[in-house]
């Protein structure tokens, strides 16, 4: 009776497995979805696809299929574009159709397509069109951003001073002050350094960061379907989100006891305003959850993205000394020692924006970018991708790309730099995605990278506690994000 109810279980899966096949051929056979390996019945390519390396998964099959292919997250066909010239045909000559967002398993229990980052349709729409007009108006891009981003940046000096040459660990020195600079806006005050709440605050958005990257949290965005339900350490970031939301609804409720809707303070206060203007509008997007999902949204991305960069490029710049030397000389030669470094330097400063752009080229922070969905059937290369099938537009592979940089896995300010030492664009330079999803931040984050770098190599010289050629610049981790290495250094004054 057991062999006999065992042999029943083998046939059935025996049987599933080739009507499951026999529909991925049927699929193929019609031209619509681009090729790609064989999956297994409710387990999809999970054979080919490492959730501990998953860019080097993706990139070795890329070399057998191409650099557009399908592959199976559970029971779901996600298409792969690798290459500059096919996610540039994808993001912006058809920036409509691939404007769509796909959820992330590992976060969608906090956003459920809530916020400007996960949202949809009508919703994104609102949301992204309010989020860019009130960072303008809050000056973003501006002169008054400018010289909040030099203040806090003064603020930094002054830690990195207190350090008296000692070894320390950079990284919360660095999110502090990014942080600030979006917190002056979101929440309408920049936080001390010391301040309990924001060091807390600081250490969980750090540690989510890191989470969504672990195989437990890639293992559970590929494999929604056999993990949803089930608790473990995918389960992580939730909780750690929902911390982080917790305190930014509070500040939202403080907003509300205290707001002047004559005289808006912070960009919570603008989404007050907007919700009071459109409460009798059924179709507004303007409500709480939105409030203080888009806030989250703007918050995590505004400090992590950009204090990971400057931490990468630390590492970086004591790893080749000669290049730190060279952005020493021209800050001296065309700043001096005796003022304020200001975003108008940086057309005067080539080698110094060559080696900023090289640093966001390498660190590479988002290689998979955040996942898109076509908005419609959508024809590309020959195939037809449905309504709502999941796509990958993976930033590394452009970042990476042989046709586009020399040398593309070394790091090599040339390749921003003409033969007669002026900075060079590279249309393959897309740390920030492109098309209709790029960044909303994105003139934010290169100001601060731009006088954060500037400001500290005026007065320091970046020192390892190794020989340079010793240091260890491999990211941690190759999955949704690439995080720094954690390591020590010491500042010298010049």
Avoid at 111 to 139: I, P
Avoid at 298 to 327: C, D, I, N, W, Y
Avoid at 432 to 461: D, V
Wanted: hydrophobic share 40%.
């Amino acid at each position: 009776m057991e062999l006999s109810g065992a042999a029943t279980f083998v046939l059935a899966v025996c049987l599933c497995y080739l009507f499951f096949l026999s529909l991925w051929k049927k699929k193929g056979s019609l031209g619509q979805l681009p090729p790609g390996p064989t999956p297994l019945p409710l387990l999809g390519n999970l054979l080919q696809v490492s959730s501990s390396q998953t860019m080097k998964s993706l990139e070795k099959l890329r070399e057998r299929y191409g650099p557009v292919f399908t592959v199976y997250f559970g029971t779901k066909p996600v298409v792969m574009l690798c290459g500059h010239e096919v996610v540039k045909e994808a993001l912006v000559d058809q920036a409509e159709a691939f404007s769509g967002r796909a959820q992330m398993a590992t976060l969608d229990r906090t956003f459920q397509s809530h916020g400007v980052v996960f949202a949809n349709g009508e919703r994104w729409k609102q949301l992204r069109r309010f989020s860019l007009t009130v960072l303008r108006n809050f000056g973003m891009g501006k002169k008054s951003i400018e010289e909040r981003i030099q203040e806090e940046a003064q603020f930094l000096l002054q830690e990195l001073r207190n350090t008296r040459e000692q070894p320390f660990d950079p990284t919360y020195f660095l999110s502090r002050a990014v942080s600030n600079v979006i917190c002056s806006v979101v929440f309408g005050n920049r936080f001390d350094y010391q301040d309990k709440d924001f060091l807390a605050l600081l250490q969980m958005m750090n540690e989510s960061f890191r989470e969504m990257s672990t195989p437990w949290s890639q293992f559970y965005d590929m494999n929604e379907s056999l993990l949803k339900y089930l608790p473990g350490p995918h389960k992580k970031v939730y909780h750690i989100l929902e911390k982080m939301r917790q305190f930014i609804a509070k500040r939202a409720q403080r907003n509300m006891e205290t707001f002047d809707p004559s005289f808006p303070r912070d960009f919570i206060d603008c989404f007050l305003i907007q919700m009071e203007k459109e409460k009798d509008n059924p179709s507004s997007e303007f409500n709480v959850k939105n409030l203080e999902l888009t806030t989250l949204n703007l918050f995590f991305a505004g400090t992590e993205t950009v204090s990971s960069t400057l931490r990468f490029g630390f590492l970086l710049l004591m790893k080749h000394p000669e290049v730190q030397e060279k952005m020493h000389e021209e800050i001296g030669r065309v700043i001096g020692h005796d003022r304020v470094p200001n975003i108008e330097d940086r057309g005067r400063m080539p080698y110094t924006d060559a080696v900023i752009h090289e640093v966001q080229r390498i660190s590479d922070l988002l290689p998979m970018n955040v996942p898109h969905t076509v908005t419609r059937d959508t024809l590309f290369r020959g195939y037809v991708l449905p309504k709502d099938t999941e796509v990958y537009p993976l930033l590394s592979t452009v970042l990476h790309d042989p046709a586009m940089y020399k040398d593309p896995q070394s790091f090599n300010p040339e390749n921003f730099l003409d033969a007669s030492g002026r900075f060079k664009k590279n249309d393959a330079f897309m740390p920030f995605s492109s098309g209709k999803r790029i960044c909303l931040g994105e003139a934010l984050a290169r100001m601060e990278l731009f006088l954060f770098f500037t400001t500290i190599l005026q007065s320091f010289r970046l020192q390892p506690l190794v020989p340079p050629a010793e240091l260890n610049t491999t990211a941690l981790g190759s999955g949704f994000t690439n995080l720094p290495p954690f390591y020590q250094l010491r500042v010298v004054p010049r």
